[in-house]
């Protein structure tokens, strides 16, 4: 099965789908960027067998300079006469793929990874964005979603077949350090849709019952300095860390240290960060979206952890309080089910079972 990548190729989260799919065995990989390639992908797909376009694309739209180079990418595909076009991100590299295929004839089809705000915040931007979303997504034989919300969206736009999975761990880590009982960790961007400053207010609610507590950000964007000053403002500099961005090594140091991990964005599907948490044995504080509910399986008989409403916030501590005598427990609960459904590897092994599953059907299939 020779298969395109099609995505950011300076994105952790495509080379984590290029690892898998190139230790996956029948797979012939190849990959397209927008831009560049991350050092990683070297050792995983030779340069005779990638294609960097070295654009800038903008995940909210405007990407002009992204489809001039359809034609570059177009030419190179009818090269490599692919059997699978595999993009990730639907409104920008699904529009490459699909162009490129409607202009170039191409036999290969198309696959297609939802991201999250492809689906659940572009297509409500204009009538013209739901067109092009809805157009992509009857051009994929088959798609994949990491939440049922994400998926009945995309039925709603006219997928043809979805397959829900999370975009999980490439591997369990071991449980580490012993968690002291208020210490929280975030690490989503510091950029408005995240909310980092809810973050920052939500701990607040808590400090003011727990002087012990303290909260680690990790990670970086456009709000920091806004951030910090906001801390200084409400004497919570000796209680909250900003750390920057951090390998994986460090950011599991930190996972494994927290008892409470903060996820707040106003939008979102399942994070693999929140699923890293997880893994970790930590209990996670998540913002009121459907994905989130999804997750917590809020009907369980032990709670995993917690949803929070913006409204919520002077009740937080309270919450967490009730919550504290279980929270070990709830951290062990959700390593568990992080093992038995957050592994990516077995994922991609059915995904890839459904495309040969394609391929069969097609030979078989009188003309």
Known sequence: MRLVLIGDGESPHLLKWARALAAAPGVDLWAASSRGFLPEFEALVPAAKRLSLNTSPEHGGGNIALL?????????????????????????????AWMAKRVWHLRARI???????????????????????????RACDLCSSDSQHMTARMRELDAREVMTFPFGLEA????????????????????????????IRAFAAVAAHEPEASLVVANDGSLRAALEAQVA????????????????KAQASQYARARWYFSLPQSDSVAVSVLEAMAHACVPILSDLPANHELLEEKAACPRGLILGES????LHAQLLALAPQAEAAGLANRD??????????????????????DSEKK???P
């Open 364 to 366: 078989t299939t009188p």
């Open 312 to 315: 919520d916030l002077s009740g």
């Open 111 to 137: 696959v297609g990874s939802a991201w999250g705000s492809d689906i659940l915040v572009t297509p409500d931007v204009s009538w013209a964005y739901r067109w092009l979303t809805r157009n992509i997504l």
């Open 68 to 96: 001039k180079q359809v034609p570059k990418l177009g030419a190179w595909l009818a090269k490599v006469n692919a059997d699978w076009l595999h993009a990730h991100y639907l409104t920008s590299h699904g529009t490459l």
């Open 233 to 248: 403002s409400l004497g919570l500099a000796s209680q909250v860390s900003f750390v920057g961005r951090l390998d994986a």
């Open 337 to 358: 089910w992080v093992s038995h459904h957050g592994l990516f590897a077995p994922a991609v092994q059915r995904f890839l079972a459904r495309l040969r599953a394609f």
């Open 172 to 199: 369990m880590p071991k449980l580490g350090a012993r968690k002291a009982p208020w210490s929280f960790f975030a690490n989503r961007g510091l950029e408005p849709i995240y909310r980092p400053d809810l973050v």
